[in-house]
């Protein structure tokens, strides 16, 4: 063949036409730079210019961790109050009732409901209320799982405390410390609900819980039925239970607007979206207050 091609066709009058090599590549060369310049400048006058912007996921966005300096978080603290005629805590069950099984080990004459405690001042605070967010606040870097456990106590047929916050991943030391048996069922919805055997006095369990729950979830002893306590894990820290004067802080809040849950055991969400601005090294402060209907015992109900 050389350095011809035999045969090329261009077209029906040229089919006994021979070029070479050079001419080929020179031709092709031609029609494309015709082409790219026709072609470009149609496409210059019949479509507008577009710009594309890709959007980062807010949650990826680098941002300070929580440890960070007070120009970057600020705090949120407050009260619960409770408005109207606090009722009276009804008797759950008497020491030394023969109806009661256990009744003999508990610590005072009579064990009281401690679903609804209110503080006897004039500003009626109510004890154990959960102030927290659902999620973690967007950019939020978490700390290190604290390595303490939180301690669940079983003592005089109560659970110490009533109501506790946990992180995800942290253990949940239960600990047997009364001389009688017990055992702890978990109320959960995202975790599985660990369920101990019946153990006696003087041992200790631990557990933990990996996934955040959406409000406070149960924990109950089977065999005396009116021991009964909340407990709320979370992947992050930002959550306070009230004190027994109705008080709570949360330190070293993201600057920003946050969108706080209010929730106590007995109606369930005070408030599911309560809006708090935190301003760089300062304090947010705000009173809750809540009429008495508002605290009527509820049916459970999942979120």
């Known amino acids: 063949m050389g350095d011809k091609f035999e045969g090329f066709k261009w077209g029906p009058g040229l089919a006994s036409r021979r070029f070479n090599a050079t001419g080929v590549v020179s031709a092709a060369l031609l029609v494309l730079s015709v082409w790219w310049i026709t072609s470009s400048h149609t496409r210059d006058s019949a479509d507008p210019a577009v710009t594309v912007r890709i959007r980062p996921n807010e949650r990826m966005v680098t941002k300070p961790e929580v440890h960070g300096t007070a120009e970057s978080f600020g705090s949120f603290e407050g009260s ?18 023969p109806t009661v099984k256990d009744s003999e080990c508990l610590v005072d004459d009579e064990l009281l409901d401690e679903s609804l405690i209110v503080h006897g001042d004039a500003e009626q605070g109510v004890q154990n209320v959960f102030v927290y967010l659902q999620e973690a606040p967007i950019g939020y870097n978490p700390l290190p799982v604290p390595t303490a456990p ?76 009116f021991m009964s306590a909340y407990f709320l894990p979370l992947d992050h820290p930002y959550v306070a239970i009230t004190d027994k004067t109705g008080n709570f802080r949360i330190d070293s809040l993201p600057t920003g607007k946050h969108r706080f849950c209010i929730w ?26 809540f009429a008495a209907e508002r605290f009527v015992r509820q049916a459970a109900k999942s979120e």
């Open 264 to 289: 106590h055991e007995r109606p369930g969400f005070l408030e599911k979206n309560l809006e708090i601005e935190v301003r760089a090294g300062e304090t947010t402060e705000r009173i809750l207050s």
């Open 150 to 225: 939180v301690v669940l106590a079983m003592e005089g047929c109560q659970f110490r405390p009533h109501a506790l916050a946990i992180r995800c991943g942290q253990t949940l030391l239960a600990k047997w410390n009364d001389p009688l048996p017990h055992n702890l069922r978990f109320r959960t919805n995202r975790n599985r609900d660990p369920t101990s055997p019946i153990i006696k006095s003087l041992q200790e369990e631990p557990y933990q819980f990996h996934k955040s729950e959406r409000q406070p979830m149960g924990i109950f002893c089977d065999l005396h039925m």
């Open 80 to 97: 619960v109050r409770y408005i109207g005629t606090p009722p009276v805590p009804s008797v759950l069950a008497r020491k030394g009732d």
